[in-house]
């Protein structure tokens, strides 16, 4: 099984997220049947940010493709959590 680890970045706030969500979404694009994301370096997170990797955690299920997280910091999970996403984006244990 071939996989693919993402490493987020200290920072998903807005004012970054363009330039993120482009090297992100190149990231959930090879051929690997499992994607690991690596939160734990993510210091701030915002809205943009959790709808960024939301749309980046759908479309790789759309194509088959496994999510594991591998470290998740409280400030994803907390913000996750403020709007309703754990579920979505498969932070629950």
């Known amino acids: 099984m071939s996989e693919n680890i993402i490493e ?6 807005i004012h970054h997220i363009e330039e993120q969500f482009r090297e992100l979404k190149i990231a959930f694009e090879s051929d690997s049947e499992t994607y690991k994301i690596n939160a734990t370096k993510v210091e701030s997170i ?3 940010g959790l709808q ?9 299920q759309d194509k088959q493709k496994n999510i594991v997280w591998d ?3 409280d400030e994803v999970l907390n913000g996750a ?3 309703g996403l754990v579920d979505k984006l498969l932070l629950a244990s």
């Open 8 to 13: 987020l970045p200290e920072n998903l706030t």
């Open 46 to 48: 915002d809205t943009s």
């Open 52 to 60: 960024a990797l939301l749309s980046l955690i759908k479309y790789a």
């Open 71 to 73: 470290g998740v910091t």
């Open 81 to 83: 959590k403020k709007i």
